[in-house]
């Protein structure tokens, strides 16, 4: 299983980027797609995810602001990040668990600033 991420870049506050994660090396539906991020000095942390059921889960901190989904057909994940801000700035991480296995992206960054 390989997950291939793109779409991270610079961009100014208050701007929008589009994050995709391709996954391939998968035959059944992928439980949980999801996106974590690390930013310099700190750990890891989810920033969504969305599961085979429907459900969505968002960290506090990006709620209303992202938003997340899936195309199983494609067995791709999506991450719409608008409003960002600087605080936003980090290295951002695809994410699936498949069969009881978790694998992760390559990490994309994400720069917000002026």
């Known amino acids: 299983v390989q997950l291939q991420a793109s779409g991270g870049g610079l961009v100014q506050p208050g701007g929008s980027l589009r994050l995709s994660c391709a996954a391939s090396?998968?035959?059944?539906?992928?439980?949980?797609m999801g996106w974590y991020r690390q930013a310099p000095g700190k750990q890891r942390e989810l920033v969504a995810r969305?599961?085979?059921?429907?459900?969505?889960d968002y960290a506090g901190s990006v709620k209303g602001r992202f938003t997340i989904s899936r195309d199983n057909a494609k067995k791709t994940v999506y991450l719409q990040m608008d409003s960002l801000k600087p605080e936003d700035t980090a290295v951002y991480y695809c994410?699936?668990?498949?069969?009881?296995?978790?694998?992760w992206g390559q990490g994309t960054l994400v720069t917000v600033s002026s």
């Open positions: 994410n699936i668990r498949y069969i009881g296995e978790v694998y």
């Open positions: 090396g998968t035959h059944f539906t992928i439980n949980i």
């Open positions: 969305t599961i085979s059921s429907g459900s969505i």
